[in-house]
């Protein structure tokens, strides 16, 4: 029997135990979850368009590539299905109040921050993709299914895909986020760079490989050994750290059975479990960010008190095809201080859940409070407002993200964290002057993200 299986009869003890002094959180109802593909969408989203028709209503037309594009397939680049579209207008510190009302505190801040620099510019909002049939299925089964459980911050009888496509506590939403269906297997070089005021930069680049137990539709709860997604991460450059690798494994229940990472160091030349690889230790080039703030927010939400603040209409990043256009380049996106080229940007206006997570009481993090908006149409986490101990907006964080037609799922693209005290940003995920990413293209399997083999690749 194999370690991680070993975890996982573990997990689910601990687990069953627990449940017999936590109630566990009521799913949805037959009669409820048929509104799944009637007045709302199949992921869960509001059908309708809001009142003024500036957020159209879901059509879902497409399921994978639309007409008339040319694509490539694997390891090429998505071309952008609105190429033509020209900017509504373009929201700057100048006309900000007029969309205030559409804008987060931390876009707010920006403008304040940057104000003869950063602008955004609008686009026509689109709802015109759907997912694959597999996730649509998922998201209706795990509907009447899912439990959460272990004070909210797990999940009972889901798999696939968000759990809680009606979504009823903060808590159910957060995990909407953090167990939405993915892309099986991830291949990329992606380069990371941490900008200061000055304009001096740290970079990095790494060998990324994702497989994610959870969204292979030939896996299932059972057999997935209680794992979400394996990881293996191998630095490329800069030159002092060139061979480092890390592997690991995050696992469903986050909070019940906390991610585990091992770490090769060439220096070494040995394979040491990775001590802290959660909360709100640093990652990253220059320790810029933290842990749990990859794609905004990942990991155990149990440090958090979670809440609805309620649902918003707020121009987010979308449809962010253009930032892998052949002609941008690193020095393009990075040519701006305190934030990214806003020539690169695409923003729509959209509407969103807003989760509100606050500190619990002895619990330690640098973030006091945060502030997270989900796009209701794929429950990712576009935006994200994150306060000090002083209640000071501290970093005001955005993720990028596309259509990809091959796995018909969103992805996720350049994630950027500014500091709004410091003046620093980064951007992570870069795939400038790189080969596109690979996605649902590797076979792996299970012993590829094991101790074991960290110990063969690093002595290769």
């Not at 899912?146 to 797990?154: I, L």
């Not at 229940?253 to 030349?269: D, F, K, S, V």
């Not at 000090?388 to 964080?397: A, E, P, V």
């Not at 993720?399 to 799922?409: P, V």
Request: no cysteine; proline share 6%.
């Amino acid at each position: 029997m194999s370690r991680i299986t070993h975890t996982w009869m573990r997990t689910t003890l601990a687990v069953a135990l627990l449940g017999s002094s936590l109630a566990l959180q009521a799913k949805v109802s037959n009669e409820e979850a048929a509104r799944l593909g009637q007045d709302l969408t199949p992921m869960g989203a509001e059908k309708a368009g809001n009142a003024d028709g500036s957020i159209p209503a879901w059509t879902g037309k497409w399921r994978g590539l639309p007409p008339g594009l040319k694509f490539g397939g694997v390891g090429t680049s998505y071309p952008d299905p609105y190429a033509s579209e020209k900017p509504l207008f373009t929201i700057t510190a100048q006309n900000m109040d007029q969309y205030a009302a559409n804008l987060t505190d931390g876009q707010k801040a920006l403008f304040k921050r940057y104000p003869d620099s950063f602008k955004m510019p609008v686009y026509p909002s689109h709802r015109d993709f759907r997912v694959d049939q597999t996730t649509e299925e998922d998201i209706k089964k795990n509907a009447v299914t899912a439990e959460a459980t272990n004070d909210g911050n797990d999940t009972n009888n889901a798999f696939g895909a968000s759990p809680f496509p009606i979504p009823k506590t903060g808590n159910e939403l957060i995990l909407n986020h953090t167990m939405q269906g993915r892309a099986r297997t991830e291949e990329a070089v992606y380069q990371q760079a941490v900008i200061y005021p000055d304009n001096n930069r740290v970079m990095e680049k790494v060998d990324y490989k994702i497989f994610s137990v959870w969204s292979d539709p030939q896996k299932n709860l059972d057999s997935s050994g209680g794992i979400l997604s394996h990881f293996l991460l191998t630095t490329l450059e800069p030159v002092r750290k060139k061979g480092e690798i890390v592997v690991g494994h995050e696992f469903i229940n986050a909070t019940a059975e906390p991610r585990q990472a091992w770490q090769y160091t060439p220096g070494q030349r040995r394979v040491r479990r990775a001590p802290t690889v959660g909360y709100d230790s640093p990652s990253g080039a220059g320790g810029f960010r933290v842990y749990d703030e990859d794609r905004l927010f990942n990991g155990a939400p149990d440090r958090y008190n979670w809440s609805i603040v309620g649902k918003k209409e707020i121009y987010i990043p979308y449809n962010n095809y253009k930032i892998d256009e052949p002609d941008v380049n690193v020095e393009k996106v990075l040519s701006t201080t305190g934030h990214i080229n806003p020539d690169v940007m695409r923003y729509e206006k959209h509407r969103v859940w807003v989760v509100q997570a606050t500190l619990k009481p002895n619990a330690r993090h640098i973030y006091a409070k945060r502030v997270i908006y989900l796009d209701e149409d794929s429950w990712a986490a576009t935006l994200a407002d994150n306060y000090d101990s002083r209640g000071q907006l501290w970093r005001t964080n955005m993720q990028t993200s596309i259509y990809a037609y091959d796995i018909q799922r969103f992805h996720a693209r350049l994630g950027i964290y500014h500091d709004l005290i410091v003046g620093s940003y980064l951007v992570d995920r870069m795939l400038v002057d790189q080969k596109p990413a690979k996605l649902n293209a590797s076979n792996f399997v299970d012993d590829d993200f094991t101790a074991g083999n960290l110990r063969k690749l690093g002595t290769r």
